[in-house]
């Protein structure tokens, strides 16, 4: 997911967007997040100069809302992990983090973190990155995300604070795991940030930036629901990881925020009356010819190519679980500045990598049904554990549920020797004309 936090302080400059030659039509809402992300990482790089603090989190889970209750700047790890991805830098963090000892099938967001640290900490935009001032960990399901912040902590010397959040083994939130949530959040986080940024809690400012969340999520829930109609106007999936940037990281809780999905709702709606399909890298989508339904992150090193396969055999993905990481907003949850530190628990509690697995089955057997999906497709990421764990066991599971044909493929989250395009290529061929044959038969799976 691309992360499109505040923009600069007043006075500092935005950096201007370029023009990417192979983007032939582009909306107003994807140029203003290119522009919000390369004001972010500005702002990042001017840190030392501005005397502005750091926090560094995790996408899942994290306290966008009250880390800027305190004037502070978030750093999202596994975000700058991604965005060298995608702009093919990755590969080297990796290799030099296995130089130094990193094993083969340790997740690569990990290794390209550390990696990239010891290349000289530039991120992602070639500008340098800031040494967190603090290491803030809201334990939501991943158990990789606890070992990455004790490896950060050795390199940067820096304090650190978790966050334990109970899983839903049982796939419920409890009252007593929103209360041991909240008891954390007043006894520990909230006096650490406290300490580090100078600034008193002030309930008060919680609440309004809820409120503005609140605001914002109902806007993307209409922009994701907007794929239950034919033709789809968006990719839930490939499309899906620019929309979800904002709301999932550091740009929630902003007036900026509600901007920006005031605008894409806007331009989805207008879609959805000219009955116009979702936009490619390469334009619109003429015929849509395939409804999907996709478990696992994407792969971030061949993003374009590996979208490009979908487009070109007029697969459009209505609704993905990657999309849900940071928020199962679409299944009613919302920031409620009534209850500040326990809407803050139920969201921590509530994210994908915190459900069982009997949960996820459930959720994509909905989805199914609900955005009338003709198959699902599963890309199990190589490094990736919180994911790829048990998915084998969805596949089947769904296809008992819903009478769909579920497909399976491989990939890897930013290490490029862990993408064959030819291979999934094929597969995912062989799978579509699959569906195409059960289909034309009158047979769902």
Same mark, same amino acid.
């Given at each position: 997911?691309?992360?499109?936090?505040?923009?600069?302080?007043?006075?500092?400059?935005?950096?201007?967007?370029?023009?990417?030659?192979?983007?032939v039509?582009?909306?107003?809402?994807?140029?203003?997040?290119?522009?919000?992300?390369?004001? +972010?990482?500005?702002?990042?790089?001017?840190?030392?100069?501005?005397?502005?603090?750091?926090?560094?989190?995790?996408?899942?889970?994290?306290l966008? *809302?009250?880390?800027?209750c305190?004037?502070l700047?978030?750093?999202?790890? *596994?975000?700058?992990?991604?965005?060298?991805?995608?702009?093919?830098?990755?590969?080297?963090f990796?290799?030099?983090?296995?130089?130094?000892?990193?094993?083969?099938?340790v997740?690569? +967001?990990v290794? /390209?973190?550390?990696?990239?640290?010891?290349?000289?900490?530039?991120?992602?935009?070639?500008?340098?990155?800031?040494?967190?001032?603090?290491?803030l960990l809201?334990?939501?399901? /991943?158990?990789?995300?606890?070992?990455?912040?004790?490896?950060?902590?050795?390199?940067? @010397?820096?304090?650190?604070?978790?966050?334990?959040?109970?899983?839903?083994?049982?796939g419920?939130i409890?009252?007593?795991?929103?209360?041991?949530?909240?008891?954390?959040?007043?006894?520990?986080?909230?006096?650490?940030?406290?300490?580090?940024?100078?600034?008193?809690?002030?309930?008060?400012?919680?609440?309004?930036?809820?409120?503005?969340?609140?605001?914002? *999520?109902?806007?993307?829930?209409? &922009?994701?629901?907007?794929?239950?109609?034919?033709?789809?106007?968006?990719?839930? +999936?490939?499309?899906?990881?620019? +929309?979800?940037g904002?709301i999932?990281?550091?740009?929630?809780?902003?007036?900026?925020?509600?901007?920006?999905?005031?605008?894409?709702?806007?331009? &989805?709606?207008?879609?959805?009356?000219?009955?116009?399909?979702?936009?490619?890298?390469?334009?619109?989508?003429?015929?849509?010819?395939? !409804?999907?339904? &996709?478990?696992?992150?994407?792969n971030?090193?061949?993003?374009?190519?590996f979208?490009?396969?979908?487009? @070109?055999?007029?697969?459009?993905?209505?609704?993905?679980?990657?999309?849900?990481?940071?928020?199962?907003?679409?299944?009613?949850?919302?920031?409620?500045p009534?209850?500040?530190?326990g809407?803050?628990?139920?969201?921590?509690?509530?994210?994908?990598?915190?459900?069982?697995?009997?949960?996820?089955?459930?959720?994509?057997?909905d989805?199914?049904?609900?955005?009338?999906?003709?198959?699902?497709?599963?890309?199990?990421?190589?490094?990736?554990?919180?994911?790829?764990a048990?998915?084998?066991?969805?596949? !089947?599971?769904?296809e008992?549920?819903?009478?769909?044909?579920?497909?399976?493929?491989?990939? @890897?989250?930013?290490d490029?020797?862990?993408?064959?395009?030819?291979?999934?290529?094929?597969?995912? *061929?062989?799978?579509?004309?699959?569906?195409?044959?059960? !289909?034309?038969?009158?047979?769902?799976?």
């Amino acid at each position: 997911m691309t992360s499109i936090p505040p923009p600069p302080p007043p006075g500092s400059a935005r950096r201007t967007v370029e023009t990417d030659p192979r983007e032939v039509e582009k909306d107003r809402s994807m140029a203003l997040q290119k522009e919000l992300i390369g004001g +972010y990482y500005e702002r990042l790089s001017k840190c030392a100069e501005t005397g502005e603090k750091t926090v560094a989190t995790f996408v899942p889970g994290n306290l966008t *809302e009250l880390i800027h209750c305190f004037d502070l700047v978030p750093i999202l790890p *596994e975000i700058n992990a991604l965005q060298s991805g995608m702009r093919k830098r990755s590969g080297a963090f990796i290799n030099e983090a296995e130089r130094m000892g990193h094993s083969e099938d340790v997740c690569t +967001y990990v290794k /390209c973190d550390i990696g990239m640290f010891h290349d000289g900490n530039i991120g992602p935009t070639g500008l340098p990155l800031p040494i967190p001032d603090h290491l803030l960990l809201s334990y939501t399901g /991943c158990f990789t995300f606890m070992k990455w912040f004790e490896l950060l902590r050795e390199e940067f @010397d820096r304090p650190s604070t978790m966050l334990q959040v109970p899983y839903q083994a049982r796939g419920e939130i409890t009252p007593e795991m929103k209360s041991y949530v909240v008891k954390q959040l007043e006894t520990t986080v909230i006096p650490e940030l406290e300490k580090l940024s100078g600034v008193k809690f002030d309930i008060d400012r919680l609440r309004e930036k809820l409120e503005l969340s609140r605001r914002a *999520e109902d806007d993307l829930v209409a &922009v994701l629901e907007a794929a239950k109609n034919r033709p789809s106007p968006i990719d839930s +999936y490939f499309g899906g990881v620019y +929309y979800i940037g904002p709301i999932f990281t550091a740009f929630r809780g902003t007036e900026e925020g509600c901007e920006y999905y005031r605008i894409l709702r806007e331009e &989805v709606e207008a879609r959805v009356t000219a009955m116009r399909g979702p936009m490619t890298p390469e334009g619109e989508m003429k015929e849509e010819r395939f !409804r999907l339904v &996709v478990e696992g992150p994407p792969n971030w090193t061949n993003f374009r190519e590996f979208w490009k396969m979908f487009y @070109d055999e007029g697969a459009v993905v209505v609704a993905s679980t990657y999309t849900k990481v940071g928020g199962l907003y679409d299944r009613g949850f919302r920031h409620d500045p009534a209850d500040p530190l326990g809407s803050l628990a139920e969201y921590c509690l509530g994210c994908y990598t915190n459900l069982s697995l009997p949960k996820r089955v459930e959720l994509i057997s909905d989805y199914i049904e609900e955005y009338g999906a003709d198959g699902f497709l599963i890309n199990s990421v190589k490094s990736c554990a919180s994911f790829s764990a048990g998915q084998l066991l969805i596949l !089947r599971e769904v296809e008992k549920r819903t009478g769909r044909a579920g497909g399976f493929i491989e990939s @890897d989250l930013v290490d490029p020797r862990y993408f064959s395009g030819a291979n999934i290529k094929n597969r995912i *061929e062989s799978y579509l004309q699959m569906v195409e044959q059960k !289909r034309s038969a009158g047979v769902t799976a």
